[in-house]
């Protein structure tokens, strides 16, 4: 099946194309927003070619993420829009840009997001994440916290940025990722290359989610299959994604603090969450499943649309 879809999401994109299929990704002499290619710090394999959109041809099915790629994908193609993100409007009643479409099939990426999601008529599925499993594993030898996220100096309160000092307070923190060089009184790594940011954060005690308002963070899924343990607020999907005996989760910041602190100082008892995130992460995150999963949509659009 050949697959158009722009690059957009590195991190989804790179666990959707271990699939069968041959993916189709556009690309401009700018590489910009609408024809980034290939990605650059995530491995992809053989089987996505990177074309310029007007030489992309014979598309059996399009994966949209955007509502202005809507435009751009040839009359008479299936589309599958991939709904990433929580509603930024006025939640919970915020109405989907494609609400009350007959021609297209929103697929959320987490079940919170079609619970809050105002789509109207529009079909909708949910395809959980699926991760393809880091190579490190956690060693949890540095005592100090990690996190991942993008844009946390622009994004602000969404991310959590504003709580990082009090973590910071209790052990260094390290924050990888893209924007997010400013950052004050943490360590800052810029967009390092996924393996090498894997084996990095490996090394570091413990995790943390302090997203406010997210889908789900695939790098706290990472995290959890590297056997990390992890620390998040119990707000979003967190709360299904992380059992009780796999991390510990809170509204309350001063709980995670305190827990933070915990873990630095009892290795042992992150060793033990730690490996319980891990195979939770991998039983319900797995490669497979989510291939599986998106296989049956994929040819449930295409015979459709024949």
Not at 48 to 64: G, K
Not at 91 to 103: E, G, N, S
Not at 107 to 127: E, M, P, Q, S, Y
Not at 246 to 271: F, K, N, Q, W, Y
């Amino acid at each position: 099946m050949n697959i158009l879809l722009w690059h957009v999401h590195g991190s989804w994109t790179t666990s959707f194309v271990q699939g069968k299929h041959r993916y189709l990704v556009p690309v401009n002499p700018a590489r910009d927003e609408w024809g980034r290619g290939r990605a650059r710090t995530f491995d992809w394999p053989d089987t996505v070619e990177e074309l310029p959109l007007t030489e992309i041809r014979d598309v059996d099915v399009a994966i949209a993420q955007r509502p202005g790629e809507l435009d751009l994908i040839p009359p008479h193609v299936p589309v599958i829009y991939v709904e990433h993100n929580t509603p930024k409007g006025d939640v919970p009643d915020t109405r989907h840009p494609l609400a009350d479409r007959d021609d297209l099939v929103i697929a959320h990426v987490t079940d919170f997001n079609d619970l809050f999601w105002d789509c109207g008529g529009t079909r909708t599925t949910v395809i959980e994440h699926g991760v393809v499993e880091p190579a490190a594993r956690w060693t949890g030898s540095l005592s100090r916290l990690a996190v991942v996220t993008n844009e946390p100096v622009r994004r602000g309160r969404v991310t959590g940025t504003d709580l990082f000092p009090r973590f910071a307070s209790v052990a260094p923190l390290d924050v990888f990722g893209m924007g997010v060089s400013g950052l004050a009184g943490v360590t800052t790594f810029e967009d390092p290359p996924q393996h090498e940011m894997h084996a990095e954060v490996a090394q570091r005690r413990a995790y943390l989610h302090l997203c406010r308002w997210t889908s789900l963070g695939l790098s706290l899924i990472e995290a959890m299959q590297m056997g990390m343990p992890v620390l998040a607020l119990a707000t979003t999907e967190a709360i299904a994604a992380v059992p009780p005996d796999a991390g510990i989760l809170s509204t309350r910041v001063d709980t995670l603090v305190e827990a933070a602190r915990r873990l630095i100082d009892e290795p042992d008892e992150a060793a033990r969450l730690g490996a319980q995130a891990r195979q939770v992460a991998l039983a319900r995150y797995g490669i497979d499943r989510f291939l599986a999963d998106w296989d049956r949509l994929l040819e449930e659009e295409t015979c459709a649309s024949r």
